[in-house]
């Protein structure tokens, strides 16, 4: 689309990429029940300007107002998860201790 570049696949219609030039996936909410008190919902983004193209993971965080939304890079998604998952190891080992 803008600047030659193919229209990304996951990019949701209701996005208004054509107008911002930053193509935005439906979110995905991780908050299993739906009433917690602070709601994460992750998607995806990449913005059309220059010839790079950032993009990443977007977090969308809620606690019951209007939702705070950060969009970060791939670098950063990727070792987010690799620093969730050793945190997680230790807050469940943790968590059988004490069971
Ligand atoms: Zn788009």
């Given at each position: 689309?803008?600047?030659?570049?193919?229209?990304?696949?996951w990019?949701?219609?209701?996005?208004?990429?054509?107008?911002?030039?930053?193509h935005?996936?439906?979110?995905?909410?991780?908050?299993?029940?739906?009433?917690?008190?602070?709601?994460?919902?992750?998607?995806?983004?990449?913005?059309?300007v220059?010839?790079?193209?950032?993009?990443?993971?977007?977090?969308d965080?809620?606690?019951?107002d209007?939702?705070?939304?950060?969009?970060?890079?791939?670098?950063?998604?990727?070792?987010?998860?690799?620093?969730?998952?050793?945190?997680?190891?230790?807050?469940?080992a943790?968590?059988?201790?004490?069971?």
């Open positions: 689309m803008t600047n030659g570049k193919t229209h990304p696949t990019c949701a219609p209701e996005s208004d990429c054509a107008a911002t030039a930053l935005l996936s439906r979110l995905r909410p991780v908050a299993p029940r739906g009433d917690e008190v602070i709601q994460i919902r992750l998607g995806l983004w990449r913005m059309d220059g010839r790079l193209s950032p993009s990443g993971v977007l977090l965080l809620s606690a019951g209007e939702p705070e939304r950060w969009p970060i890079d791939l670098m950063q998604a990727h070792a987010l998860v690799r620093v969730l998952q050793d945190l997680l190891r230790t807050a469940n943790e968590a059988r201790r004490v069971a």
